[in-house]
Structures are given as structure tokens and as C-alpha cells.
């Protein structure tokens, strides 16, 4: 699924440990295709800069929250009909790069953008994404505009640590947004 990687052998990593990254990202990549294209209602994958950028409309839905030690809260959402999921991937190997800043912008298209939004990381049994409920006009035609700085993490081996270095900035059109909650 994903291309072959740049990335080389190191004092940090041998050739089975970048075939076992590689692997790793080919099943992320898969269940993204499947997010995007089987159980979202609309869903795309694009690449930029040194990332594959996909994301996920539906229904605005239920999420637990975490209020203190010990206690999570199931809350619904109120005003909000739609739900928007982003994924986030490395270029070369296909896996998931946690901990970036990622923000959506949805241009209806006859009316005023909503956003830009935050889009925190959510956990989710079958795909690791960010993720956010927001409220938007309407059913219709958007453009969806999402934003990714480049996180301020460190990257290991000096030999394939040289990435993520820019923001990119992602536009999908015509996206067929279906709003409700689930």
C-alpha cells in the first residue's frame, strides 16, 4: 500500500526494523481506505509535503471525555451535525504521526466558512485520528481545508530524522457533506 520508503538503514535502525515500520503503515493505510471509503459517507486521501492527509465526514457523535483521574464522561453532542475525522500518516512508510496541531476550515458552497477548528487527537478502536464535532449550515458541497504544522517532537537517527519540518496546508472539493447526529 504505501511507497517503497526513503528511509535507510542507520545506527538506529536495521532493514527489518524499517520492513516491520513499513508493514506497520500498510495496515494504517488500509484502515484509513476503509474509513474514508466503506464507513464514512465521504472520505479522500492526499498527499503533502512529507505527510498522506485523509479525511472522514459523518454524523456528529458520542464521545467519552476525561473530566479527572478515574473519570470519563460519555457526552453528545448538542448543537453539533457533523463530525469531521482527519488522519494523518507518515509519507514514506504509511504509519501514524501522532501529536501534530491540526486544523479544518468547511467552505459551504454558497455560504460562510466554518473554521478554522481545532481537530484533537481521538482514540478509536479501529484508527488513531484527530477528530471533532462542529456545527456547519447544512447538507451540501464543501470544500475542506485542513491545516498540519509541523509537531515539535524530536526525531530519532540523525540518518531518517529529517522530516516533518514544514506545515502543509490540504484542500479536497466537492466534498458531499451529510450532516446529522449519530
Request: charged share 30%.
Amino acid at each position: 500500500m504505501s511507497q517503497q520508503a526513503d528511509k535507510r538503514p542507520s545506527d538506529e535502525v536495521d532493514e527489518r526494523q524499517l520492513a516491520l515500520a513499513t508493514e506497520e503503515g500498510d495496515t494504517y493505510l488500509w484502515s484509513i481506505e476503509y474509513m474514508a471509503n466503506e464507513v464514512a459517507h465521504a472520505g479522500e486521501v492526499k498527499e503533502a509535503g512529507d505527510f498522506k492527509v485523509a479525511f472522514a465526514q459523518e454524523e456528529a457523535e458520542g464521545m467519552y471525555h476525561f473530566r479527572e483521574e478515574g473519570d470519563l464522561e460519555w457526552v453528545e453532542p448538542d448543537d453539533e451535525n457533523c463530525h469531521l475525522e482527519v488522519a494523518v500518516a507518515d509519507i514514506d512508510d504509511g504509519r501514524f504521526v501522532p501529536e501534530l496541531d491540526v486544523e479544518a476550515t468547511l467552505v459551504p458552497g454558497d455560504g460562510e466558512a466554518v473554521g478554522p477548528v481545532e481537530v484533537p487527537l481521538v482514540w478509536h478502536p479501529g484508527l488513531h485520528h484527530y477528530g471533532v464535532n462542529l456545527s456547519v449550515p447544512g447538507d451540501g458541497t464543501y470544500t475542506i481545508r485542513i491545516h498540519v504544522e509541523p509537531p515539535t517532537f524530536p526525531r530519532h537517527d540523525e540518518t531518517n530524522g529529517d522530516r516533518y519540518a514544514e506545515s502543509v496546508d490540504v484542500e479536497f472539493e466537492d466534498v458531499d457533506v451529510e450532516t446529522g447526529q449519530d
